[in-house]
């Protein structure tokens, strides 16, 4: 089984590859020199030079306020190239493996979103995240779909490194309350991907699109004490104040409201329990001061 992995050095695909070094399973993990999605002649030239049974893509344009002052290269990336990536897996019999994100639902929905809801994005990014969603699904038969909740790391731009930066340095904090979502650890979602694709490799064939989340969702302010109370285990603290906003405070493309997955799907299909953040959280927590990232 020859696994290609797109997006190698990300927040995801690196714990990914460091998955695959424990299990041995071999990998090839092209770096942007060689596969570039804004250029579709690079993704072709490493499918045909590789001949990989599956593909994974962990790579994309995640940046939703530039997406929308650049919104030609957001799609580029984020859409165009995952039609030429899906055609080549296609041509060449290949599984391509997708990660997505809960942005492409609107967040109006009061209970957790599951793969039968219909994607209502709003913005650039979002939009774009869920046509290449369709692409795939049109042009490659042989795929899973896999969208995520908040993805969470000590590392890289994501909503705890956000706010152990900020409780670190600011006496104030902003943050909102009409926000709800499951944060997913990092190295949570690496296991969940790996798990699935040692599944294929052993001929199943459960194509289409799954949701996987940490088990417990909670508001973005809830989520924020639960960081402050680990994080003021490893260092005085400068916050004393969170203040409390809403959604429709803040500017720009805002992410929606409800970002909870229902996981009950991949559990049927894959037997993937979705696991408990909180002691996860505490380990990246205390990697973070450990690496000096504060």
């Known amino acids: 089984m020859k696994i290609l992995l797109i997006g190698g050095t990300g927040l995801i695909g690196q714990e990914v590859q460091r998955l695959f070094l424990d299990k041995q399973i071999h990998c090839i993990a092209p770096k942007r020199d060689e596969l570039n999605l804004e250029q579709p002649e690079s993704i072709d030239a490493c499918l045909k030079n590789y001949q990989p049974d599956i593909v994974v893509n962990c790579a994309g344009y995640n940046d939703p306020v530039k997406a929308e002052n650049e919104p030609s290269k957001c799609f580029r990336i984020n859409r165009d190239a995952m039609a030429t990536l899906a055609d080549g897996c296609h041509r060449q019999q290949a599984i391509l493996v997708y990660i997505s994100t ?9 209970e957790a979103y599951t793969e039968k809801d219909i994607p209502n994005p709003a913005g650039v990014l979002a939009t774009s995240r869920w046509q290449a969603e369709q692409q795939i699904s049109e042009r490659c038969p042989r795929h899973i779909i896999l969208r995520l909740s908040w993805v969470i790391s ?10 152990l930066d900020q409780i670190s340095k600011e006496q104030e904090v902003a943050v909102v309350s009409d926000q709800q979502g499951c944060p997913t650890p990092c190295d949570d979602s690496a296991r969940v991907i790996v798990a699935i694709i040692q599944q294929l490799g052993c001929g199943a064939e459960p194509w289409g699109t799954y949701h996987y989340a940490g088990a417990e969702s909670i508001s973005e302010n809830r989520f924020a004490e639960v960081v402050i109370s680990e994080a003021s285990q490893f260092q005085d603290l400068k916050i004393r104040k969170l203040r409390m906003d809403k959604l429709n405070d803040r500017n720009g493309i805002q992410a929606p409201a409800n970002a909870t997955l229902s996981c009950r799907k991949i559990l049927s299909t894959f037997g993937v329990h979705n696991k408990p953040w909180r002691g996860t959280l505490a380990r990246m927590i205390r990697s973070y001061y450990e690496s000096g990232s504060s």
């Not at 809960?102 to 009061?110: N, P």
């Not at 000590?154 to 706010?163: E, V």
């Open 102 to 110: 809960y942005r492409i639902f609107d967040g109006s929905k009061k």
């Open 154 to 163: 000590h590392r890289r731009t994501n909503l705890l490194k956000y706010l």
